[in-house]
Structure formats: C-alpha cells, structure tokens
C-alpha cells in the first residue's frame, strides 16, 4: 500500500477523539438525568464522583489531542477579541451540576474584561484549572480576574490543604522545560496549560501560568496570565 493511502496519524487521532468526545456527550447526559431524578444522598454522592471522573476523563482527551497537536506543529491558534468573563461564567456553567452536589461555593471577583486570546484555548485551560480545585478545596473555590501592565490575571483559588512542595517542585520542572520522574495526568495537565498560556504573545510579553499555596487561604492556587 502507497503511503499516499494510509491514513495519516493526525487524521486518526482526530477521528478517534471526536468518536470519544461523543461517547462520553452521552454518557453525561444519561448522568445528569440519572442525577436529576435521583434523591438519596448516598446514590447522589457516587454519581457526582462517576460524573466528575467523567469529565475529567473528557478533559485528558482534549489534552492530549491538544499536546499532539502541539508536538506536530499544527495546532491552530485563533486570536479574538473575547469578554473573558463570560468565558469564565460558561466554564463554571459546565461543571455547575458537579459544583452543586459536591456542594462547593464559587466566589467570583471580575470586572467584564475584553481581551485578545483564543477562547476554545482558553476554555479548555479554565476546565482543567476548575476540575483541579474542585478535586482539592474542602467547599470553596474563588476565582478572581485582575487586569495590569503585565495582562489579565486568571487566579483560581481553593480552600484546600495545600499543594506539598514535592509537588510545586514538579511544577517548576515542568514550566522550565526540564524532565520529570513521574509522568501523571496531573503533569500532563499542566503541561498543557503553560503551552497554551506560551502561545498567548503581546509584543515582548508572553504567557505563564503559576502553581502556588495561597497565603490567605492556605489552599492551592493556580493563576493564568494572559499578557
């Protein structure tokens, strides 16, 4: 068989994910139904854990297709003038079922902020960043968008226990480009969050993204910058 008709690589993972995506579409719909109708507090509880490991499961997809795409050089990147808060209500819409029978308050502190980045990215980076502090904080997420001279300042903040420093230290490895031991989700995850953060560029600034405990709540804080 010619290499001319085989499929290339690219145009199976593509398929591949798309099948998945759908997939999982479904089963999020007969759990949300499920979970609808259901009103014993134990059978609730299982089936917000099934659906936030589903969720999750839809988001390591979209990573790695994201982190190939990537690799090869052929992710696109469509910038646009976007109002970031509407951005961020529409992530926590998404996940406002899993929020409200894991029974975690979202405290939201953002002024209707326009800027440049491409939202598909960005959405993509905001669900990781939610799924991260919703597995973490004991009831309370706050998410805060600041504007400076150096960008827009996404913070997502937990009331949780805090990231250890063997696990802050993963993240530095990983953000400065160096090897690290054990390959997890986690690490994956993050990885690809500062590459789309990387590809976000304005004149000499570029994006990052930041892990860190954070002082006033002693929980983990992710932050997001967007210059």
Known sequence: M??????????????????MRNSLGQVQYKLDTLMAEQTDAK?????????YEMVRM??????????????????????Q???????????????????????????????????????????????IILLNAIRYTENKISLVLNQSEDGLLISVIDNGKGYPQSVLDSFQSLVAG???????SQNTSWLYCEKVALLHKNNALQGHTRLSNDSDTGGGRIDLLLP
């Open 178 to 184: 160096e090897s690290v031991a054990n390959v997890s």
């Open 43 to 51: 059978e609730l509880s299982e089936l917000s854990d099934a659906q």
């Open 2 to 19: 010619s290499a001319q008709n085989q499929l290339s690589f690219k145009k199976v993972i593509g398929a591949s994910v798309k099948d």
């Open 58 to 79: 839809q988001n390591v997809i979209n990573q790695l297709h994201g982190l190939y795409l990537l690799e090869s050089d052929t992710l696109t990147v469509q910038m």
């Open 81 to 127: 003038e976007t109002y970031v808060l509407e951005l961020v209500e529409d992530s926590l819409a998404g996940l406002e079922t899993l929020l409200k029978h894991k029974q975690i308050e979202v405290e939201l502190d953002a002024d209707d902020i326009s800027w440049y980045v491409d939202p598909h990215l960005i959405a993509n980076v905001l669900q």
